[in-house]
């Protein structure tokens, strides 16, 4: 296999001025960096990437760490992290956990390793107690609000997001609300944001007034079903934990014939296109900022905790 001595002693140079040939350093001569890489395309000569990115210090790519890679949510801070990259040529990297604590840990470890220059965490699996000692290695950048001083954060005021929804419904006469959400866990900051700020706009939740496990369209019909059908002490309005849930509750609710808005309210969040479509009201979190914030805080080096506002966006779902 050929390596940089073989090279070296063809192009008639030194092994130091090929290997700055290949790490892209300034101060080599056009002429023997000529030579060099007339060298290297002669002999098909292909670098061990690892090997360069260990003696360069940096890979140019970053990891996303997210718990699925087809969820709207995750798609949204996904995709401004992986436009802002792309702006400053880095390449990104997902790694979806399924939140699996020991997989996070895997990707964990690709930081350590240098195999990465810098995670972004969209949704963690462990504790930020267990996360926080890998930020020695290179930045880690939260999307959620961490009070770790290593880590900085772009991050949403979920609960004061969720309570404006609230008293959004709660001041447009609404008065038996119902409300979806993704994890049913302690280790789902949604969930429990969502839960409290219910509880801080309408007090204690009846157990029918709140379902988990909603996630895309398909979930939405069950969570329509649910609350339209089989709870009972049908609801006047339901905040949905996304617009696809929105628009399943929204198809399931016209076909049993519930008019939207005069029947049943409609509050969906993410503002997807979907939502657009549908003019269904939703809460913007602006996910899209916040993965391009996300960059920018690793790539100028920041532990600053930034906070993303969100916008409440009312259409024809609800009075």
């Known amino acids: 296999m050929t390596n940089i001595r073989e090279i070296a002693k063809i192009a008639g140079v030194s092994v130091t001025t090929v290997s700055r040939v290949l790490n892209e350093h300034p101060y080599v001569s056009a002429e023997k960096r000529k030579q060099v890489l007339a060298v290297i395309e002669e002999l098909d000569y292909v670098p061990n990437r690892l090997a360069t990115n260990l003696a360069k210090g940096k890979t140019n790519t970053i990891g996303i760490i997210l718990p699925y890679n087809d969820h709207p949510w995750f798609d949204k801070i996904a995709n401004g992290v992986i436009e802002a990259a792309f702006k400053h040529k880095y390449s990104v990297t997902l790694f979806p956990t399924n939140y699996d604590s020991e997989a996070e840990l895997r990707y964990l470890m690709q930081l350590k390793t240098k195999q990465v220059d810098a995670l972004i965490i969209t949704s963690k699996a462990n504790d930020w107690d267990v996360i926080e000692p890998f930020a020695d290695y290179g930045p880690i950048i939260a999307c959620e609000y961490t009070e770790h001083e290593n880590i900085a954060c772009a991050y949403i005021e979920r609960f004061h997001a969720y ?127 916040m993965g391009e914030t996300a960059f920018q805080l690793f790539y100028t080096k920041s532990k600053k905790k930034h906070k993303i506002s969100h916008q409440l966006i009312i259409r024809k779902t609800t009075k």
């Open 163 to 289: 309570k404006d929804g609230f008293e959004f419904l709660k001041k447009a006469g609404y008065q038996k609300i119902a409300f979806s959400v993704g994890r049913d866990s302690l280790k789902s900051p949604s969930t429990q944001e969502k839960r409290k700020a219910y509880q801080e706009v309408f007090g204690e939740i009846p157990e029918h007034r709140f379902l988990s496990e909603s996630y895309d369209f398909t979930d939405g019909i069950k969570a329509g079903e649910y609350f339209l059908a089989e709870a009972g002490d049908t609801p006047d309005a339901i905040f949905a934990n996304g617009d696809e849930v929105a628009a399943g509750i929204m198809y399931y609710a016209k076909n049993n014939g519930f008019q939207i808005p005069g029947d049943l309210a409609i509050l969906g969040e993410e503002n997807l296109p979907i939502g657009k479509v549908l003019e269904i009201t939703t809460l913007d979190h602006h996910l899209k900022k």
